[in-house]
């Protein structure tokens, strides 16, 4: 962008950057997936934070399926 080689991008994570003008597009909601019978799954939210200490799957968008739920 600063190189004037691009004329947009997308990036994430930032709220001010000198310069450029951050424009939202879009907002997905990020949701986990938990047992019915874990304990988190009965809280409407939960913080990120909660999550830390369970073993995670971060799958590809390509492989995010049903498959794995």
Do not use: C, Y
């Amino acid at each position: 962008m600063r190189a004037g080689q691009l004329d947009a991008t997308f990036v994430r994570g930032a709220t001010a950057v000198t310069g450029l003008e951050l424009i939202p597009v879009w907002r997905d909601q990020l949701v986990a997936a938990l047992p019915a019978r874990h304990e988190l799954a009965a809280q409407d939210e939960v913080a990120v934070e909660r999550l830390r200490e369970l073993p995670l799957k971060i799958a590809r968008r390509r492989d995010n399926r049903r498959s794995w739920i």
